[in-house]
């Protein structure tokens, strides 16, 4: 039998995938289930498994910091599942050498397809498995990984869904660390607080769009995140010290 570890971001992949392998009499089975990657590198740090799964869960941000960092200490075979089917992502992935990318939403053909091709490697060449290898990584707050580290898979987070309505709660949920806690770290990295950092982002995406493309001032809005237009405006102008059309214009005639 193989020992899966899956990471599951969403928190509900665990009962069907687990109910797709008995249904299957597939040899893998689930060895541990964790709903973060902190939590995935104090697993890998304390047991052997034979594949990990990341079921990203629409946070495929910290998924792919989460390849990141196995690849820095192991080989182990990485199956990527749910990440959107866009070529940025995609690319990404193949990166960190994952042994297979799914996008969403969840396909058990597939997925039992990928876990028997990997049956076959894991068969003839057993992956090294070194749980040793992940227990030399700083502690945080009891957790396996580096300040450092968890900081960029916060600004990773930012810049994947600057439309979208980004909270500290949301993403120190997601990670599973204190808010406050996280917003200390977070401004003792970057030199600023965490929501200073969120406007900046947004502003500076804002900016990019009204010169390099035709959208509308309230489509640009939504883009970075704001569903009230005239909001937007007081921002941008507070940030640039002119309004969205104006700046437009001046920087389009410049060019």
Same mark, same amino acid.
């Given at each position: 039998m193989?020992?899966?570890?899956?990471v599951?971001?969403?928190?509900h992949t665990?009962g069907?995938l687990q109910k797709?392998?008995?249904?299957s009499?597939?040899d893998?089975?689930i060895?541990?289930?964790?709903?973060?990657?902190c939590?995935?590198?104090?697993?890998?740090?304390?047991?052997?498994?034979?594949?990990v799964l990341?079921?990203?869960g629409?946070?495929?941000?910290?998924g792919l910091?989460?390849?990141?960092y196995?690849?820095?200490?192991?080989?182990?075979?990485i199956?990527?599942?749910?990440?959107?089917?866009?070529f940025r992502?995609v690319r990404k992935a193949?990166?960190?050498q994952?042994?297979d990318?799914l996008?969403?939403?969840?396909?058990?053909?597939?997925l039992?397809?990928?876990?028997d091709r990997?049956?076959?490697r894991?068969d003839s /060449?057993p @992956? $090294?498995? +070194?749980p040793s290898?992940f227990r030399?990584?700083?502690h945080?707050?009891g957790k396996h %990984?580096?300040?450092?580290?968890v900081?960029?898979?916060v600004?990773?987070?930012?810049l994947?869904?600057?439309?979208s309505?980004?909270?500290l709660?949301?993403?120190?949920d997601?990670l599973?660390?204190?808010?406050?806690?996280?917003?200390?770290k977070?401004?003792?990295e970057?030199?600023?607080s965490f929501?200073h950092?969120l406007m900046?982002?947004?502003? /500076?995406k @804002? $900016?990019? +769009?009204?010169?390099?493309?035709?959208l509308?001032?309230?489509?640009?809005?939504s883009e %970075?995140?704001?569903?009230?237009t005239?909001?937007?405006?007081?921002?941008?102008?507070?940030y640039?010290?002119?309004?969205?059309?104006?700046?437009?214009?001046q920087?389009?005639?410049?060019a």
């Open positions: 193989h020992d899966i570890l899956l599951d971001f969403s928190g665990h069907e797709l392998l008995r249904r009499n597939s893998h089975v060895g541990d289930c964790v709903v973060s990657a939590a995935a590198l104090s697993a890998l740090a304390g047991r052997e498994f034979s594949v990341v079921s990203t629409g946070f495929a941000a910290a910091w989460l390849c990141h196995i690849r820095k200490k192991s080989q182990i075979p199956l990527f599942m749910g990440g959107g089917d866009h992502l193949l990166a960190y994952v042994s990318y996008p969403g939403p969840f396909h058990a053909f597939a039992l397809n990928s876990l990997l049956k076959s894991l /060449e @992956a $090294k498995r +070194l290898a030399s990584l700083v945080l707050e %990984v580096h300040s450092s580290q900081i960029k898979m600004k990773a987070y930012v994947d869904h600057l439309s309505d980004i909270t709660k949301r993403i120190s997601l599973h660390f204190n808010c406050a806690y996280l917003g200390q977070f401004k003792m970057e030199n600023v929501n950092y900046q982002q947004r502003m /500076e @804002a $900016k990019l +769009l009204l010169i390099s493309t035709n509308r001032i309230y489509e640009i809005a %970075v995140g704001y569903t009230d005239d909001w937007f405006y007081k921002k941008f102008r507070a640039t010290g002119e309004t969205p059309n104006v700046y437009r214009k920087k389009t005639f410049t």
